[in-house]
């Protein structure tokens, strides 16, 4: 069972999203478009979601991960914290998501609204919103394939 986080729930993830096609999604799973058919507005790539999650057990690690997107694959990469803040200004990532690991395995275990955790202020979020907004869109269509990983992880 992987650890949430740990390299082996990266390859897991990856694996579970292989030959999943992010410009082919059909439907908005928010359910806001009755159109059915592919969805224009659930891609615009290339996209780089970054996630700093900090105090993350049992040494109280920082874990940075990073969603990249483009029209024919999607996958998640381990990276230093380090370069993020760079890569953000230099435009190499779209938006960089700060979250506690509490706040985050809440999140991916589904008992924790995002809305709420950035209006309480204990997410925080540089870059563009637009790109988050469609990441956890285009994870929500993907949520079918990542459903035998989140049954599997231990947190």
């Known amino acids: 069972m992987p650890r949430f986080l740990s390299s082996e729930w990266v390859d897991e993830f990856n694996e579970a999203l292989s ?18 058919g592919p969805d224009t507005s659930l891609f615009r790539g290339p996209l780089r979601v970054t996630e700093i999650v900090y105090g993350v ?3 109280d690690a920082t874990v940075t991960l990073t969603l990249v997107v483009s029209e024919t694959e999607v996958s998640l990469e381990l990276r230093a914290p380090a370069g993020a803040e760079r890569d953000l200004r230099e435009k190499r990532d779209d938006v960089i998501v700060y979250v506690p690991y509490n ?29 988050l907004a469609t990441s956890q869109r285009l994870l929500a269509s993907a949520a079918e394939r990542l459903s035998g990983l989140g049954e599997r992880t231990t947190f």
């Open 19 to 36: 030959g999943f096609q992010p410009s082919a999604t059909t439907d908005d799973p928010a359910g806001s478009s009755p159109k059915r």
């Open 57 to 59: 057990p049992p040494d």
């Open 103 to 131: 706040d985050a395995a809440s999140l991916a275990r589904g008992d924790f609204d995002a809305a709420a955790a950035l209006g309480s202020g204990r997410v925080k979020v540089r870059g563009n919103l637009t790109a």
